[in-house]
């Protein structure tokens, strides 16, 4: 059976999606918990450890929702290929 390449490509940016979603629900829900407890905390020292967690995952957030983009880009393209 011979697998048209248009369906391998559309099925590689839904992937790449699907795993870009994920990551960006992981790094919200550890946000949310990092400033739970980095507000929760009363010394000085944890607390700007917290802090910098909190600066490292909305990086990576940031990175996560970019390839989102990237990716949602590529299946449009993909199914107007496939499609034309």
């Known amino acids: 059976m011979n697998i048209n ?7 590689e940016a839904l992937d790449r999606f699907s795993r870009a979603s994920e990551d960006i629900g992981y790094a919200n829900g550890s946000i949310g918990e990092l400033l739970e407890i980095r507000n929760a905390t009363l010394n000085k020292d944890d607390r700007e450890a917290y802090s910098s967690q909190i600066e490292r995952m909305d990086y ?3 990175v996560s929702r970019n390839e989102q983009i990237r990716a949602r880009a590529d299946i449009k393209k993909a199914f107007e290929h496939y499609y034309s």
């Not at 390449?5 to 099925?11: A, E, K, R």
């Open 5 to 11: 390449q248009d369906i391998l490509d559309i099925n």
């Open 60 to 62: 990576r957030l940031d």
